[in-house]
């Protein structure tokens, strides 16, 4: 119902700073929160960022100060401002929309629709 496709990844020197874009398809979106995730390689999915459908955003303590998610529900798109980026950053980010939008929800299993992914690779 939901189809979200991520952009906007690339290779930056750390210390450097991407937007990712997630645009969606389909009238359920400005009824879902979004989040960002990201997975390195034999590491687990992990969270990054949340918009809950009351306005307030979350943050893993990894990306605070530093990232900040937003939507336009217009444009049934959202980002993600990476900014300060470091090494450990270097990941494939994945956003994610969950048709319950409330509250503070970080595990992967909330999340009913994903993106296929856009590669962050930041260099020293």
């Known amino acids: 119902q939901v189809q979200l496709v991520e952009s906007g990844g690339g290779l930056v020197q750390a210390g450097g700073s991407l937007r990712l874009s997630c645009a969606a398809s389909?009238?359920?979106?400005?009824?879902?929160?979004m989040g960002w995730f990201r997975q390195a390689p034999g590491k687990e999915r992990e969270f990054v960022a949340r918009?809950?459908?009351?306005?307030?955003?979350y943050y893993a303590d990894s990306v605070k100060g530093r990232f900040t998610i937003s939507r336009d529900n217009a444009k049934n798109t959202v980002f993600l401002q990476m900014n300060i980026l470091k090494p450990d950053d270097t990941a494939v980010y994945y956003c994610?929309?969950?048709?319950?939008?409330?509250?503070?929800?970080?595990?992967?299993?909330?999340?009913?629709?994903w993106g296929q992914g856009t590669q962050v690779t930041v260099s020293s």
């Open positions: 994610a929309a969950d048709e319950s939008g409330f509250g503070y929800r970080t595990r992967t299993d909330y999340y009913n629709y």
């Open positions: 389909g009238r359920t979106f400005s009824k879902c929160a």
């Open positions: 918009i809950s459908l009351s306005g307030a955003n």
